[in-house]
């Protein structure tokens, strides 16, 4: 099987990209979502899933390796490809841009969040509403989550649709027309989700709740 | 009329494969019904560029002139497509002729196109029906799955889909849509049947189907219209089912 590996390494990175990756980023939007019922809310959701029992193998092989693997995996899939959407500026050829672009925003955006959340956690942190509210206060920082979970939305929609294809789910053409309908419903709900819970953490009136 | 209508065409042209490209003018005289290629032995009948300087004729390739063969693909106003059937009429001016260059270019408007040759090779898109003695005749096929597979069979190795394709260049081995499309087409003749696995395996190996990136600006380009990404999904359901029979085994071969 040796002569496969691109290929097997090719079919992980898609299915890691939605089990375990996806399902991972609706239940962390999930508990985020709870910011819109006020901080006492969130905080009690946040600190259940911090006290979830055998939490660190949870972490570890639920997100921390199958994101490893997908990002730098997806880095190297990046470099394989050339863009040419001013040549051919068909709808999936710009849907394969921003996969692109928005993989890479996601390995920066990633990265500093996890370095801002749960690496301050291990070195004594809270992670609460409080710590959020602090973070988001920033202009810079507000919009840079924004654009991380937006591209989180849109990287998990859109790579949905690509793995219906790449494991030969969807084959007709109408079929993946339909998908294209479907992922953009769940894009455009996910991204209600994030925003709704991004922009409590701005909010004076929930902050007191 | 007192003056004649004239067409310009600007043309990137290269000495040899090591050369740099550069660009020529060239006016030429309007004439009904005029296409690419007919311009361009128009040049080659009195090579003078729009700067009324003697130059070397541009060179090109081609076959049929009916688009059939695919020999004549080069980048027409910015998108790949068979010259021999590019209607002047059809183009703003002035038209811009490019190579394509995916692919290695000899000189001029010629590019070599034997990757793809040898990617029909490793996918052995062919029917093997050579033996030692008569093997009688293959198995019918019905008739609407014939009339079916006669669209993939349209393929004419022209490369447009190679040109198009975003994960087909130096970066990558991707051996680009169409072997891909002739693996369904072979893989789904009832002789060609016999030797599915080891295209499927081929398929799995290096620069094979697990490059798409699902641009699919392949089936937008094809000027065969043939169902590309229709192929490359089905067989990724293919290799899918080859791969977990690679993995768990089978009782079948
Ligand atoms: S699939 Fe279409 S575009 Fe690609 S080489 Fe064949 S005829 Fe040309
Ligand atoms: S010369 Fe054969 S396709 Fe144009």
């Known amino acids: 099987m040796a002569e496969n590996r691109d290929f097997m390494n090719r079919r992980l990175h898609s299915l890691l990209g939605v089990i375990p990756i996806g399902i991972f980023l609706i239940q962390h939007l999930t508990v985020n979502f709870f910011a819109t019922r006020g901080a006492e809310a969130f905080n009690a959701a946040a600190h259940f899933m911090e006290s979830l029992p055998y939490r660190i193998f949870l972490e570890i092989f639920i997100i921390f390796l199958p994101i490893l693997f997908h990002a730098i995996y997806g880095l190297y899939i990046v470099f394989q490809g050339k863009s040419n959407t001013t040549r051919f500026g068909f709808f999936r050829n710009w849907m394969f841009l921003i996969q692109r672009i928005t993989g890479v925003y996601l390995l920066i955006f990633i990265a500093w969040h996890v370095w801002q959340t749960r690496v301050q956690a291990s070195l004594g942190a809270d992670v609460n509403y409080d710590m959020m509210a602090d973070i988001l206060s920033s202009s810079f920082m507000l919009v840079f989550y924004i654009i991380g979970v937006l591209s989180a939305t849109f990287h998990f929609s859109n790579g949905l649709w690509s793995f219906l294809v790449s494991w030969g789910i969807t084959v007709t053409p109408r079929s993946q027309r339909i998908a294209t309908y479907a992922t953009a419903v769940i894009f455009v709900a996910l991204s209600v989700v994030g925003m709704s819970a991004l922009l409590s953490f701005i909010n004076p009136d929930l902050a007191n709740m | ?253």
């Open chain 2, 1 to 253: 009329m007192s003056e004649d209508k004239q067409v310009r065409f600007i043309i990137t042209r290269q000495d040899s494969p090591d050369n740099e490209p550069y660009t020529e003018e060239f006016n030429l005289t309007y004439r009904p019904n005029m296409n690419v290629i007919s311009a361009l032995m128009e040049i080659r009948r009195n090579p003078v560029n729009a700067e009324g300087q003697e130059t070397s004729p541009v060179v090109w390739d081609m076959n049929c002139l009916e688009e059939v063969c695919g020999a004549c693909s080069m980048i027409i106003n910015g998108k790949p497509q068979q010259s021999c059937t590019a209607l002047v009429d059809h183009f703003e001016q002035p038209i811009k002729l490019e190579p394509m260059r995916t692919f290695p270019v000899v000189r001029d408007l010629i590019v070599d196109r034997s990757q793809m040759f040898d990617s029909l090779k490793k996918v052995k898109a062919w029917i093997p029906i050579d033996g030692t003695y008569d093997l009688g005749p293959g198995p019918r096929m019905a008739e609407n799955k014939r009339q079916w597979a006669y669209e993939l069979s349209k393929c004419m190795t022209c490369g447009v889909c190679l040109e198009a394709c975003p994960n087909v260049n130096d970066n990558s081995d991707f051996m680009g849509p169409a072997p891909v499309s002739l693996v369904r087409l072979y893989n789904a003749h009832p002789t060609g049947e016999m030797n599915k696995s080891e295209r499927l395996e081929a398929l799995m190996g290096e620069g094979g189907i697990e490059s798409c990136g699902n641009s699919q600006n392949c089936v937008e380009v094809c000027p065969k219209g043939i169902p590309l990404t229709t192929s490359i999904a089905a067989l990724n359901r293919d290799t899918s089912l080859q791969a977990f029979k690679n993995f768990f085994g089978s009782d079948r071969a």
